[in-house]
């Protein structure tokens, strides 16, 4: 269920970010990148990112390449290695969950995902299509 992807990416860091220290701004716009609050709560809503799954949070910053201006650009560039927590069900894995509407176009239902060694409880809304549940 849960397991640690080793990314690098390839970013600019906004000016305007520039007077805090270099990893908590850097930390701060990979979360902006790969994970979205929202409201005056701070809602966390988490990316899925193709191949990997679902983007729990950034664990650590593994490696950073110094940066670099590109000529016209205030916006200092750079290549950073970092790992994320990512949550992606293996095939034929079963999960419990709350139906919470079912039509035509499939289902939707929630889910509580509990990981004890992480401290974290999460609710998920899956939906699934129709076209992807078996006969």
Request: hydrophobic share 50%; with cysteine; net charge neutral.
């Amino acid at each position: 269920m849960f397991f640690l992807s080793s990314i690098e990416h390839t970013f600019q860091l906004p000016p305007h970010l520039l007077d805090l220290p270099l990893s908590e701004a850097i930390k701060g716009e990979l979360e902006s990148l790969f994970l979205d609050k929202i409201g005056r709560l701070k809602c966390v809503v988490m990316k899925v990112i193709a191949n990997l799954g679902l983007c729990i949070f950034v664990n650590d910053i593994r490696s950073l390449a110094s940066g670099f201006v590109f000529p016209g650009d205030s916006a200092s560039t750079y290549t950073v290695e970092f790992r994320l927590v990512m949550f992606r069900l293996f095939v034929r894995e079963i999960i419990t969950a709350k139906l919470k509407e079912s039509d035509a176009n499939g289902l939707r239902m929630w889910f509580l995902l509990s990981c004890p060694m992480l401290s974290l409880d999460l609710f998920l809304h899956i939906v699934l299509s129709v076209h992807m549940m078996e006969k």
